[in-house]
């Protein structure tokens, strides 16, 4: 199905210019979009199938294209928002979109066949709001140069095959709010550094190739809502200041992890999602997580955990999955449950 796709901020005015066309033109011919109306200066600023084209924006999302990023873009001086998400584009990102760094704010082309790198000359947009790339077949390491973008709110980079290590420059983004680098091949430790996003409540790093210990100080993440950090090699143990945070999912499954569950989780009021399955958890488990009435998921399966089951878990009234199986935990199972 084609849905309003594309907007392309071409000018500041309603009839646009004889060069915008012939870029309009050269855009859909790169991306293969078949425009069935000739392109002009009358109707290069309106509605094309699928797609909206504005003076100011281009959104191609799920049009089923499958040509590449157009090289001509940047002559869009005043471009704010391009996306083609959910294509089947290919090729790489041009490194010329480095000149677009005064006007872009949002870059979208996730759900696509994109490969190669991210130009480090991409640093140049400083404006940039949302960054979306996820889903593709991108390849090496996420510029530390990226620490310009000071106002960015939305970083994408998941399910692609990125290496290398978590940049500690990034700590610099201090509006940041979604922070999503999960499905790649990262190395190395979690930066303490990263502390500073006082504004992030999603927060994915999962599926990597991550070691070392998850940071006591991202405590300071005070509007954490959901925390992943499964399927990695972390160690150590869960940390108890993060109690503070107000999360409805925390995943750590499938680490290294040692020690207890801390009791102080059982100050989350909100949380929907526990998994810590697959580690080497010790301990019992903590009688006051009953404070946790809105539960769905809980998993601590394959673990160390000794002791019984709580009878106060029967209070879950919205438990959808509880797994506790290949534990060390002893006696019977209570009739309340």
């Known amino acids: 199905m084609l849905v309003d796709a594309l907007i392309l901020v071409l000018s500041w005015c309603s009839v646009c210019f004889a060069d915008q066309v012939v870029v309009l033109e050269d855009i859909f011919r790169s991306l293969n979009y078949q425009n ?32 590449t990023l157009p090289e001509s873009l940047p002559n869009l001086t005043n471009i704010d928002f391009f996306s083609v998400q959910s294509n089947k584009i290919h ?63 939305d970083f994408g980079v998941s399910n692609n095959a990125m290496i290398g290590t978590l940049p500690s420059e990034l700590s610099e983004w201090s509006s940041i709010v979604n922070f999503d680098v999960s499905s790649n091949r990262l190395s190395g430790t979690l930066p303490d550094e990263y502390r500073n996003f006082t504004t992030v409540n999603r927060f994915f790093v999962d599926d990597n190739y991550l070691s070392g210990t998850i940071p006591v100080n991202y405590s300071m993440m005070r509007a ?79 673990n160390l955990i000794t002791g019984v089951l709580p009878s106060t878990y029967a209070d879950w009234s919205r438990v959808k999955y509880f797994g506790a199986s290949n534990n060390l935990i002893t006696g019977t199972l209570s009739e309340i449950y």
């Open 36 to 67: 069935e109306t000739p392109v002009n200066a009358m109707n290069v600023c309106g509605t094309w199938r699928g797609i909206r084209v504005e003076c100011d924006s281009g959104n191609f999302t799920d049009c089923s294209l499958d040509g």
């Open 224 to 302: 954490m809502i959901r925390f992943s950090v499964s399927d990695n090699t972390l160690n150590g143990t869960l940390p108890e200041q993060f109690s503070v945070w107000n999360v409805t999912s925390f995943e750590a499954e499938s680490n290294q992890l040692t020690g207890t569950l801390p009791n102080e989780y059982s100050q989350w009021a909100s949380i929907e999602i526990f998994s810590t399955q697959n580690n080497s958890l010790s301990g019992t488990l903590p009688r006051d997580f009953s404070n946790w009435t809105i539960i769905e998921h809980f998993s601590v399966k394959n």
């Open 91 to 153: 090729g790489t990102i041009p490194s010329a979109y480095s000149s677009l760094g005064l006007s872009l704010r949002t870059f979208i082309i996730g759900k696509n066949r994109v490969n190669g790198t991210i130009p480090e000359s991409l640093s140049n947009w400083t404006n940039i709001l949302t960054f979306q790339v996820n889903d593709n077949n991108l390849t090496g390491t996420m510029p530390s140069a990226f620490r310009r973008w000071k106002q960015i709110v």
